[in-house]
């Protein structure tokens, strides 16, 4: 049995108080039956109720309950937990002790990835190639893709998919351009469409507001146009480098979250998500006109938690993105005509 880790995992370290961002919010925190056990018997009287009058309780399954701007109930003004503060990690839930690693079986092999959920993963993917090392408990080293069975073929699935995309696209004239571009534009507002109703249920995402406000503004359509004009030319090398490395590490993590999903699916969601990040960067570049690491590491951020974070939206994300292209060759196509036809080789490499 091999043991495979994302590049980063043995070098991470947490923000803790520092962080820009929290874990303790925008989505449920789930409680293992294990952890409600040692709250129950928590010595601490004090500590033991505060825990225990902001459990809610969902069929079988229990929830930290979340305040109105999205964060858990457990979350001190500071970003620390306070269990955290006034007990040790062990007595944290699997899912506050564990973030932001992944960890699954691969066919006999235990993958270890981390979430981009959190920042130091986000800054990481926008910085840094995405790298792997492997060990046997005794020599470590660094690995290639091509030699982790199982991500070297669905990698090269989904690299075949866009290389076929843009493969026979001949050079469209300036009145094909503009269908295309708009036709981009459109599939971009359906998304945001979608996530707005999503969004609308679910109180806890409010860490996107404001980032879809270019698409919920009157514009011209000629003014529109010039803007993916000249959004898409900006940033087209930076939007070829980022997807090389986002789709990488997706076709890696994916198998850890959700393994039941197919790989069709699969495909589907990253290309989904690759598509959002497109999104919330164009909207919050027109609106906020800044391209900074900084906020662009939050975009990555809050993609990755709006898509991946808790079953429910797992699904409803997915589900979206699948009503909205209906085929993956489709957004592929669109994704290559954003990121220009250089796109393969950079995720060729």
């Given at each position: 049995?091999?043991?495979?880790?994302?590049?980063?995992?043995?070098?991470?370290?947490?923000?803790?108080?520092?962080?820009?961002?929290?874990?303790?919010?925008?989505?449920?925190?789930?409680?293992?039956?294990?952890?409600?056990?040692?709250?129950?018997?928590?010595?601490?009287?004090?500590?033991?109720?505060?825990?225990?009058?902001?459990?809610?309780?969902?069929?079988?399954?229990?929830?930290?309950?979340?305040?109105?701007?999205?964060?858990?109930?457990?979350?001190?003004?500071?970003?620390?937990?306070?269990?955290?503060?006034?007990?040790?990690?062990?007595?944290?839930?699997?899912?506050?002790r564990k973030f932001?690693?992944?960890?699954?079986?691969?066919?006999?092999?235990?993958?270890?990835?981390?979430?981009?959920?959190?920042?130091?993963?986000?800054?990481?993917?926008?910085?840094?190639?995405?790298?792997?090392?492997?060990?046997?408990?005794?020599?470590?080293?660094?690995?290639?893709?091509?030699?982790?069975?199982?991500?070297?073929?669905?990698?090269?699935?989904?690299?075949?998919?866009l290389k076929e995309?843009?493969?026979?696209?001949?050079?469209?004239?300036?009145?094909?351009?503009?269908?295309?571009?708009?036709?981009?534009?459109?599939?971009?507002?359906?998304?945001?469409?979608?996530?707005?109703?999503?969004?609308?249920?679910?109180?806890?995402?409010?860490?996107?507001?404001?980032?879809?406000?270019?698409?919920?503004?009157?514009?011209?359509?000629?003014?529109?146009?010039?803007?993916?004009?000249?959004?898409?030319?900006?940033?087209?090398?930076?939007?070829?480098?980022?997807?090389?490395?986002?789709?990488?590490?997706?076709?890696?993590?994916?198998?850890?979250?959700?393994?039941?999903?197919?790989?069709?699916?699969?495909?589907?969601?990253?290309?989904?998500?690759?598509?959002?990040?497109?999104?919330?960067?164009?909207?919050?570049?027109?609106?906020?006109?800044?391209?900074?690491?900084?906020?662009?590491?939050?975009?990555?951020?809050?993609m990755y938690r709006?898509?991946?974070?808790?079953?429910?939206?797992?699904?409803?994300?997915?589900?979206?993105?699948?009503?909205?292209?209906?085929?993956?060759?489709?957004?592929?196509?669109?994704?290559?005509?954003?990121?220009?036809?250089?796109?393969?080789?950079?995720?060729?490499?």
């Amino acid at each position: 049995m091999g043991y495979y880790y994302l590049g980063l995992y043995k070098d991470f370290s947490c923000m803790a108080g520092d962080c820009p961002s929290t874990c303790c919010a925008g989505w449920r925190i789930r409680i293992d039956p294990e952890a409600m056990e040692r709250f129950q018997a928590l010595p601490d009287q004090k500590l033991r109720e505060d825990i225990l009058q902001h459990v809610r309780k969902k069929g079988q399954d229990c929830y930290f309950a979340n305040r109105s701007d999205g964060s858990c109930a457990m979350l001190d003004p500071d970003g620390l937990c306070r269990i955290q503060r006034n007990t040790e990690e062990q007595m944290l839930c699997v899912t506050c002790r564990k973030f932001p690693r992944l960890a699954g079986r691969v066919n006999g092999d235990l993958w270890m990835s981390m979430a981009a959920s959190c920042p130091v993963v986000a800054k990481y993917l926008l910085q840094q190639p995405v790298s792997f090392y492997r060990t046997d408990g005794h020599v470590t080293r660094d690995v290639s893709r091509q030699e982790i069975p199982e991500l070297s073929g669905e990698y090269g699935s989904l690299i075949k998919l866009l290389k076929e995309a843009g493969a026979d696209e001949q050079i469209p004239d300036m009145r094909e351009q503009i269908r295309k571009m708009w036709n981009r534009y459109c599939k971009m507002y359906d998304i945001v469409n979608g996530c707005l109703e999503i969004m609308a249920s679910s109180p806890e995402l409010n860490y996107l507001d404001g980032s879809f406000d270019y698409f919920e503004s009157e514009r011209e359509t000629s003014q529109i146009l010039q803007d993916m004009m000249d959004f898409e030319e900006r940033n087209r090398e930076f939007l070829r480098r980022f997807a090389a490395n986002y789709l990488c590490y997706r076709v890696y993590s994916c198998k850890l979250e959700y393994p039941e999903s197919s790989d069709e699916q699969n495909r589907f969601r990253i290309l989904g998500e690759l598509f959002l990040f497109i999104i919330l960067r164009f909207s919050r570049n027109l609106v906020l006109g800044r391209s900074d690491d900084d906020t662009i590491i939050a975009e990555i951020n809050w993609m990755y938690r709006f898509c991946a974070h808790g079953r429910k939206r797992y699904v409803e994300f997915g589900k979206l993105v699948q009503d909205t292209f209906k085929k993956t060759e489709y957004l592929a196509e669109i994704i290559n005509s954003i990121t220009g036809s250089d796109f393969q080789d950079a995720v060729s490499e």
